[in-house]
């Protein structure tokens, strides 16, 4: 379908994304692929480089393994800019941050993009995992056009999108969200209430927890326990497999989250998990994690 024909599903074109690590990089396909226009936004040079490279490689490999052409490729690689300057986010239809887990730098960039971007119903979307989004719409003047967009990882592959409107949110902006998400970006959508972890982590951070609390009592090595869900329980990754692809630190942050906001012992951190976090071992993003990677 071509944007022309959409209008009367929304009028969204103009996309921005905050974060250009292993998720905002994800994003930022998903919607250039879906004919989007994508402006990604990072810190440093360094950081927008590192992600164009991530989204270059990632594209690279799609047209290699035949899920897009050549061309579909190209064009894609035409629909994204890149910049480290948010005040850029001017024009832009809908924001998706996809920053670090961190509240207070989530915080900072809504208040930003509330000054900087000029449409007045603009959706300002966050892919928190588990940071409250009343928190991020009450940094803005615009707390109704507030919402939770979680996609999961990696982005181009998982289908699901969880919607989480916050108290405030308008049934407006998650009528027009729901839209792009699913009749733009062809995504299926669940929607959650805003309660830390939402329906898809409340139930895989416990477990992840569980299974870095076994390796780290001795009772099997890490090969047995992430062997013993893929071929007992027919998933297609173990959980300390899982929890290097999410990324540890993120695992850790969500946690924290959970815990701060529920208080039940099954949502604390393990040791283990933190000491890996101090230690700078993330997972595949640095290399190391409960596995060595390449
Ligand atoms: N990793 C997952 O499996 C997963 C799945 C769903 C949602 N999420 C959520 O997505 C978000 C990002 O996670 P990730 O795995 O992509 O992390 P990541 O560490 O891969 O990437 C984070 C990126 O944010 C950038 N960044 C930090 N501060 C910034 C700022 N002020 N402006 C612009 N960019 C900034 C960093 O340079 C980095 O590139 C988190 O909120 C996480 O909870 C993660």
Known sequence: MKISERHDVTDIERVGVVGCGQMGAGIAEVCARAG???MVAETTGEALELGRTRLTNSLGKA?????ITPEERDTTLDRLSFTTDLGEFADRDLVIEAVVENEQVKTEIFQVLDQVVTRPDAILASNTSSIPLVKLAV???RPDQVIGIHFFNPAPVQKLVELIPALTTSDETCRRAEAVVTEILGKHAIRAQDRSGFVVNALLIPYLLSAIRMFESGTASREDIDNGMELGCAHPMGPLKLADLI?????????DSMYHEYKEALYAAPPLLQRMVDAGRLGR?????????A
């Open 285 to 293: 993003k640095t290399g190391s994690g409960f596995y060595p990677y």
């Open 63 to 67: 047209a290699e393994r035949g899920k």
């Open 139 to 141: 940094a803005t003047s």
């Open 247 to 255: 990324g540890l630190d993120t695992v850790a942050s969500v946690a």
């Open 36 to 38: 989007l226009s994508v």
